[in-house]
């Protein structure tokens, strides 16, 4: 694809000072959104550039049609998952939603959105923190995928490669950290060690262990997690031994609220050997209790988690809708 010349272009008030999509000087040349684009078929490379500058490169089997419209109405770009780290913003106001006359997995394919340097230093964004998101399924979050990520400095673009469908919601994010790579929260309280999520939509933190929390929380809020050492031997149910020598400590700023979240907890393998002595170890299952009880009161099974061992080594307990609490893995003695 050629490299063409840009110019900022400004977009709402609420994007700090500047906008950092750019548009081609050759503009009346390209696609509009809302036009029909013919896909080639037989493996034939699409090359198709738009007036704003967002340019999709794609192979397909079969000779299709490809609509681009824009949604002027986009979920915020501050409800991130796939990655973690924060706080993210949307860098236009705008997102992308792309059709095809049919169902297509059958492609190779990439997005690309431009991006204005310039602009995103005045914005305090870095290039390497700038991200395509893709719309989930439920609508509540921006997926970003850092395998598939690929950012282009020296065309000032930010692509997602590797794809197969085209089909979906898009837009271009950033991040303002200064670290560029996936964040990791680290356990403790204070400032740095809180993860805080915004109400309404879904948000993703993981820890240095690989704990990990996606959250649809119904205020805003900070939560914290503690390690907690020693687990006394009458608070484990009867037939059931504990992975660790440890309890997470979940506390938020709002324990009160409601909130749906999914809770990832990793576990070591080799702690499983041990604990049973030979090397096929049985499902892991996660046990809580409330926060403020006895050492000796008993940890209860939770309910409708995913049991057994994932292949990232990890139990998943999904929609949790109360995450304040203290958390054990447990395996059959």
């Not at 079969?62 to 770009?77: A, D, F, I």
Request: proline content about 7%.
């Amino acid at each position: 694809m050629c490299q063409v010349p840009f110019h900022a272009r400004l977009f709402g008030p609420w994007l700090a000072a500047a906008a950092v999509l750019v548009l081609g000087q050759d503009a009346a040349d390209k696609a509009k959104f809302g036009d029909p684009i013919n896909v080639l078929g037989s493996m034939e490379r699409t090359d198709q550039d738009f007036q704003d500058g967002l340019a999709l490169d794609l192979f397909s089997p079969k000779n299709r049609t490809l609509v681009v419209q824009q949604n002027l109405t986009p979920l915020p770009g501050n409800f991130v998952t796939g990655t973690t780290g924060g706080p993210f913003m949307a860098l236009q106001n705008y997102s992308y939603v792309i059709s095809l006359n049919e169902s297509a997995n059958d492609l190779i394919a990439k997005i690309e959105i431009p991006y204005d340097p310039t602009a995103l230093a005045a914005i305090g964004i870095q290039e390497s923190n700038t991200y395509v998101g893709t719309l989930a399924g439920d609508k509540r979050s921006w997926i970003v995928n850092d395998a598939t990520r690929n950012v282009h400095r020296e065309e000032n673009n930010t692509r997602i490669i590797k794809m197969t469908s085209l089909q979906g919601e898009y837009i271009l994010l950033g991040r303002k950290t200064v670290d560029t790579a996936n964040e990791f929260v680290q356990y403790g309280q204070g400032a740095t060690r809180t993860v805080n999520v915004t109400a309404g939509n879904r948000q993703e933190a993981e820890f240095i262990d690989g704990l990990r929390l996606s959250v649809v929380p119904s205020t805003d809020m900070g939560i914290n997690i503690d390690i907690v050492n020693g687990i006394s031997p009458q608070a484990v149910p009867p037939g059931l031994v504990p992975v660790n020598s440890f309890a997470w400590v979940v506390n938020s700023s709002s324990p009160g609220a409601p909130m749906l979240a999914d809770m990832k907890f990793p576990f070591n393998p080799s702690m499983l050997s041990a604990v049973r002595g030979f090397v096929q170890p049985a499902p892991v299952r996660v046990a809580k209790k409330a926060l403020g009880t006895t050492a000796e009161v008993p940890f209860q099974l939770m309910a409708g988690e995913i049991i057994g061992i994932l292949p990232d080594n990890s139990v998943t307990i999904p929609n949790v809708t109360q995450v304040d609490g203290q958390y054990v893995l447990l395996m059959v003695s």
